[in-house]
């Protein structure tokens, strides 16, 4: 049987799940915090039939050989790392990573997760927390009748209370960053984990040495999804799944041909 | 039996064949760094050796079969994609990796750095600097254009890039790898870098579209000729020949 029909199946397969992708880009590009991811493809194993370099005769070598490529096939959906737009909300606990670094929260199961999505509030014991309810690591608490807060450059979270001139510090924000963010695990809820690929977390306080970033307070960090992009994505997608389409009919109407041939 | 049959019978598996080479392409147009190939097409002459063999009696031995793919190098489309560890090729140079099975090519630039730092292409095995594996230093990566590597102004590296000459038996092996002997290696000239870039395939799907309809109709044609010869021809032989006298 023709390899093509297989052939073709797996660069639709691969459209599809590239699809799939840019539809989850899409649905999330309002996502505070979210990065996009992108599809990347390699080539499949190949059937040499004669392989390039082999002796044609005892004095010459074939030049080019005859290889077929058996398809092609989805290797990892990569994390893309391009800072997102910031937008200013006003609000003084919604902060905004610029640069590389990720905010830590505590999991349920007193994992760390890893977040870029800096919408906070306090609990009802003050105590920051995600949108989830995972409390910011280290643990920041506002003091209920906390009039104003105030974030330094460097984490310091400072708040004035009422009938105090002096603001008064109440903890630090550090950020996390990875040697390789791209291997980090997503688990929905702006949620990421460390893995082995990933390495372990780097952590410091904002602005430091080590790149982490800067925290800007009254900002929330968009999506990092480019709809221009998706969209020029999903229409290459959409025509590559044609004429692979395209191939199968071709295929088809060949092997009609041949089986029309023995009658 | 006539030799037209089966030289119809050989072209139309050599078109079949064909058929396989393009639908890889056009699986493979979204795969960066992939390089098109192209399908050539040669005579085979089935002749006894004897020079005095009459020149008709060639013509009807020539049968056509698909010899060989090659590799389309020409450049592919250089796409922007933002990610510091994205890097195009702009010329005809490869990257090396160093993988299980000895040193590998590809124009794939879709890097990524493992736990440790050190530099991985998509598939995860080490990119060779000029000086082997290159180990990525914390801070933002810039890559300039003649590929150091350097990340806050402290230089990490050098990524290697090689020429591999015309008919030194560059072979896809998949994963958008490419195996050449080391012998055909050389410093790339001319060949430049681009951070935060893909090279995308350089298929073109409009050519692949025409080698399809070529194929495929060349195939149709194999087929008309294949049952001229079953029904036809033959039909005479055996059916109406003996009638005759």
Redesign the interface.
């Known amino acids: 049987m ?4 297989y ?2 199946a ?2 639709m397969t ?2 599809q799940i ?1 699809l799939d992708n840019i539809a989850n880009n899409l649905a999330n590009s309002s996502t505070t915090g979210f990065q996009a991811r ?1 599809v ?7 059937q ?1 039939e ?4 082999a002796a044609a005769t005892q004095q010459t ?12 096939m989805p ?2 959906t ?1 994390i ?3 800072q997102g737009d910031l937008s200013s909300t006003g609000n003084p606990l919604d902060f905004a990573i610029q640069g ?1 670094g990720f905010f830590q929260v505590l999991m349920p199961n007193n994992q760390i997760g890893y977040t870029r999505a800096g919408s906070f509030q306090p609990d009802a014991q003050g105590v920051l927390v995600t949108a989830n309810g995972n409390a910011l690591q280290p643990a920041i608490t506002i003091p209920p009748n906390a009039t104003n807060v105030t974030i330094g450059s460097d984490g310091t979270v400072s708040v004035t209370l009422p009938g105090q001139t002096q603001a008064q510090q109440v903890g630090t924000i550090q950020l996390a ?1 990875f ?2 963010p ?2 980090l695990n997503a688990i929905g809820n702006n949620i990421y984990l460390q893995t ?5 977390p ?1 952590t410091g306080v904002p602005g430091g040495p ?2 982490l970033g800067t925290i800007q307070q009254g900002m929330l960090e968009q999506a990092n999804v480019n709809i221009v992009d998706e969209f020029v994505n999903m229409i ?2 959409q ?2 799944y044609e ?2 389409s ?2 199968v009919k ?2 088809d ?2 092997l009609q ?2 089986n ?2 023995a009658q | 039996m006539d030799s037209g049959y089966y030289a119809a019978c050989t072209a ?1 598996a050599s ?3 064909a ?14 760094g ?1 390089r098109a ?1 192209h399908n ?1 097409f040669s005579s085979v002459l089935a002749e006894a050796g004897d020079e005095t063999e009459s020149s008709l009696n060639k013509a009807m031995n020539n049968y056509g079969i ?6 389309d190098r020409t450049q592919g489309a250089i796409q922007k ?5 994205d890097v195009a090729i702009q010329g005809s140079g490869f990257f090396v990796v160093q993988t299980a099975n000895g040193s590998m090519y590809t124009r ?1 630039g ?1 890097f ?6 050190q530099l991985l292409s ?2 995860g095995d080490p990119v060779m600097g000029e000086k082997g594996p290159i180990t ?1 230093l ?3 990566l810039s890559i300039s254009a003649d590929g150091t590597i350097s990340s ?1 102004g402290a230089v990490a590296g050098k990524l290697k890039l090689v020429d591999i000459a015309a ?10 790898y490419y195996s050449a ?1 080391e012998s055909g290696e050389t410093a790339a000239v001319g060949s430049l870098v681009q951070q935060g870039s893909l090279e995308n395939s350089n298929v073109n ?1 409009v050519t ?2 025409v080698e ?2 070529t ?2 109709r060349s ?2 044609m194999m ?1 008309h000729a ?2 001229m010869f ?1 029904s036809e021809m033959d039909k005479t032989a055996t059916q109406d020949l003996s009638k005759v006298g």
């Open positions: 023709f390899h093509a029909l052939t073709a797996s660069g691969a459209q590239n992108r990347q493809f390699s080539d499949l194993l190949y040499n004669v392989m390039p370099g070598t074939v030049a080019s050989g005859l290889q077929i490529g058996l398809g092609t290797g990892n990569e893309i790392q391009l590389t960053s040697s390789n791209g291997g082995t690929a990933s390495g372990n780097i080590d790149g290459l997608a025509r590559s004429s692979n395209r191939v071709a295929a109407e060949m041909g041949l029309q041939l | 139309m078109r079949t064949r058929l396989d080479t393009i639908a890889n392409n056009l699986a493979n147009a979204s795969t960066p992939y190939q050539v698909m010899s060989g793919t090659t590799l994609t933002g990610n510091d560890l794939d879709a990524q750095v493992s736990a440790n730092g998509a598939a990525i914390p801070g933002r806050n008919g030194a038996g560059l072979t896809s092996v998949g994963g958008t002997p799907p692949s579209m399809l309809i194929a495929q195939a149709e087929q294949l049952s079953n």
